[in-house]
């Protein structure tokens, strides 16, 4: 409640201030849905309001003696300013392609490096280097070294997806804050012994507090929502992908639940694989295999109002996020 009353309060103070400073808005892309271009002129950059309302209101409400809830606001901030940095140099070029790719994965390979070894250093040594298999009970297995990379691809992957799937008004925060809620559930229940152990579920300690985050998460979402309903006030940017991708993501990973995240998340799975398998045909033989990739653009381009779209792929999130649940129960 916190993090929506401050959207609500920042935020058309914000979309005024970045209207002026941005003047043509977001670059569209030429080869996109011809739809897209009455969009011209909306601001970009809109997960700053995001950002500021998630962090102060963790901050405010969270136990800031807890090392999780500092690395997953590190993970946020830094990987959002990623993306700041990216939004600005697409602003200023005036075209879509904005920061080098190889600098932005790695830069977000620092950043992920950094909070890996942090999660490793203050979680318990039995688990730290462990992953936990949904289905079946308090099972964890050891990949030692692998962890590492294992860590980084979940937290790199996840930022990534999550920018792939912000492409309509309000397509990428819902999902966004229905995995967040998940999350919130399962980091309250990871994080006590007991719920744990009735629900045969890995024990980490301190991570219960990071339901704080994820309800922050869902706050900001929410406010954010408001303005970016169609048509949209202001867009997120990635600025607000990549940090949202990258906190679920690190949350995923502290909690040992990174394949039930794949489930929950799926949606930003599925629009990342759609991109893959377009590039690969395209090299391969020549042909795509989407009309336009990632794969919301497909269902644009066959005639699908945005609104359609959206809503759609929302209820395909709710319905992945129940199945994220349940693996809680089916052991």
Excluded at 144 to 157: C, D, E, K, Q, T
Excluded at 292 to 317: L, Y
Aim: hydrophobic fraction near 50%; glycine fraction near 10%; charge should be positive.
């Amino acid at each position: 409640m916190t993090a929506l009353l401050i959207s609500f309060i920042i935020g058309p103070h914000m979309i005024s201030w970045l209207k002026k400073k941005q003047k043509e808005g977001q670059p569209i892309r030429e080869e996109g849905p011809k739809t897209h271009f009455k969009k011209a002129g909306t601001p970009t950059m809109g997960g700053l309001m995001i950002l500021i309302s998630v962090s102060l209101s963790t901050i405010l409400w969270a136990d800031l003696t807890n090392h999780y809830v500092w690395l997953a606001l590190f993970v946020m901030i830094g990987f959002g300013l990623i993306g700041f940095i990216d939004d600005y140099k697409k602003l200023t070029k005036r075209n879509t392609d904005g920061m080098s790719g190889k600098m932005k994965l790695f830069l977000q390979f620092v950043t992920g490096l950094a909070v890996t070894i942090g999660i490793i250093y203050y979680m318990p040594p039995d688990i730290a280097t462990s992953i936990s298999i949904p289905f079946f009970k308090d099972i964890y297995f050891d990949i030692s070294y692998l962890f590492i990379p294992w860590a980084l691809f979940v937290l790199i992957g996840s930022s990534n997806a999550v920018n792939l799937t912000d492409g309509l008004d309000g397509l990428a925060i819902v999902p966004i804050a229905i995995a967040a809620a998940c999350f919130g559930l399962i980091c309250y229940i990871v994080g006590n012994s007991n719920f744990a152990d009735y629900l045969h579920i890995g024990y980490v300690p301190g991570t219960g507090e990071l339901a704080i985050l994820c309800g922050a998460l869902v706050g900001g979402a929410m406010g954010f929502l408001w303005y970016n309903t169609p048509p949209a006030m202001i867009f997120m940017g990635d600025t607000g992908s990549l940090a949202m991708g990258g906190v679920l993501g690190a949350i995923a990973v502290i909690t040992k639940h990174e394949i039930v995240w794949a489930i929950v998340g799926g949606l930003f799975v599925l629009e990342t694989v759609s991109v893959i398998i377009q590039v690969i045909s395209f090299k391969l033989t020549g042909k795509r295999v989407f009309r336009m990739a990632p794969i919301h653009h497909h269902f644009e381009k066959k005639g699908w109002s945005e609104p359609t779209v959206v809503i759609r792929f929302w209820i395909i999130a709710v319905v992945l996020a129940i199945i994220g649940l349940m693996t809680l129960k089916l052991r």
